[in-house]
């Protein structure tokens, strides 16, 4: 399994990190680039207890898998820390970010990309697509996808009020 690491400039100052697991030789179809959600990252794709993680078992089916951590999540920074923007909201996440992690996997590749939405993440998905009618987009998955979000339930607030906690 070969696994590389790069960070992509969203031109708002942040650079997102973008993972990519792939097997040795040629990979089939498009490449599929996993999104996740509200509260995570891109870690646990590349995660599992006992077993190959959501991105191994994709690239050992012969797929070419990203992973995107978008501006505040994961492994993602600031290119300048002194002018962290925290007031960011889905939007930006969809509008902003998607679209350069999208144009990075296309360059890698040279192909049109599978989306894999990982609950909040299908919704991020929706909007770009939303935005971007003729996206080089093939197909997208939802994971648990969160297409409303009407209100925040109670939990989640409790969890997401402390940073730490988070």
């Not at 040795?24 to 599929?32: A, Q, S």
């Not at 990203?66 to 960011?88: C, E, K, M, T, Y």
């Not at 889905?90 to 599978?114: C, F, M, Q, S, Y």
Request: glycine share 10%; aromatic share 8%.
């Amino acid at each position: 399994m070969r696994t590389t690491r790069d960070f992509v400039s969203n031109g708002d100052g942040a650079e997102l990190a973008v993972k990519r697991v792939r097997r040795e030789g040629e990979t089939i179809g498009r490449p599929v680039l996993i999104v996740p959600g509200y509260g995570m990252n891109s870690f646990i794709f590349g995660f599992h207890p006992t077993g190959f993680s959501l991105e191994e078992s994709l690239a050992n089916a012969g797929l070419d898998v990203f992973s995107a951590d978008l501006r505040g999540q994961g492994r993602s920074r600031w290119s300048d820390p002194r002018r962290v923007r925290p007031d960011h909201g889905l939007a930006d996440l969809a509008v902003r970010d998607l679209p350069h992690v999208i144009e990075h996997v296309r360059a890698e590749t040279g192909k049109n990309v599978d989306l894999i939405g990982c609950s909040l993440g299908t919704a991020l998905a929706f909007a770009y697509l939303a935005h971007n009618p003729d996206a080089p987009i093939g197909s997208l998955v939802s994971l648990g996808g969160l297409v409303t979000w009407i209100e925040i339930p109670t939990l989640l607030r409790i969890a997401f009020a402390s940073e730490r906690l988070a």
